[in-house]
């Protein structure tokens, strides 16, 4: 197992009513698996929402392997300027 | 040269420099908060910023910008925090030696800066409410 830190902004910090939380995965599980796993959480408001992952402060695909005590951000659409 | 910033406070307005002369156009962009968003009248916008990487990417965004445009220096600041009406939320200026490349160079830091940057708009309304922004035009 491993364990992640999460911090949630804007629209997905709403849906999920906290600013971080903390998950446990399974070792070599990737981003794709975390954000099946996070829209889970509140189907209405995340299901269509396009969520970006930065992992350490750098984006990255779905297809990235997560490791223990990454620093993961889920980065709805910015809006910036 | 590249030099970009996040901060909380006003953004000063940039004198124009006359140290520039291999640089016949500076161009000066200034982002303001709109009084009207949807129709409604708005208090100011609560600008929200994943401290650490949105630095990392607005820099990276200007050296890209000096990369792929023929511009001599890039300044840009973006505040974060709330924001009133009228005031500004953002500040690009480049210098270039004629101006298609300035012009070419702003519109596409900016359009860059709207998709990658991890800063977010929260509007404030008048009744209070905190709305935070899909406008798809902003």
């Known amino acids: 197992m491993i364990k992640i830190y999460i911090l949630n902004f804007s629209l997905v910090k709403d849906a999920l009513n906290r600013k971080t939380m903390e998950l446990k995965m399974n070792s070599g599980e990737t981003v794709g698996c975390l954000l099946e796993k996070i829209r889970k959480m509140n189907k209405r408001k995340l299901q269509d929402l396009p969520i970006r992952v930065a992992v350490n402060q750098s984006y990255v695909d779905e297809n990235y392997r997560l490791h223990n005590k990454d620093v993961v951000a889920l980065v709805p659409p910015v809006s910036g300027g | 040269m590249v030099k970009t910033d996040i901060i909380k406070n006003i953004i000063p307005i940039l004198p124009s420099d ?121």
């Open chain 2, 18 to 138: 006359d140290t520039h002369t291999s640089n016949g156009s500076e161009l000066q962009f200034y982002g303001r908060v709109r009084g009207i968003e949807n129709g409604q009248t708005i208090l100011a916008i609560d600008y929200e910023y994943y401290k650490g990487m949105a630095e990392k990417e607005l820099h990276e965004l200007g050296e890209s910008t000096m990369k792929n445009f023929s511009i001599s220096k890039l300044d840009c600041i973006h505040r974060v925090g709330k924001v009133p009406v009228g005031e500004a939320s953002l500040r690009v200026a480049i210098w270039s030696k004629h101006r298609q490349e300035a012009l070419d160079a702003m519109t596409w830091f900016i359009s860059q800066l709207k998709k990658n940057v991890p800063i977010w708009k929260s509007t404030i309304f008048k009744n209070g409410a905190h709305v935070p922004s899909t406008c798809k035009q902003c």
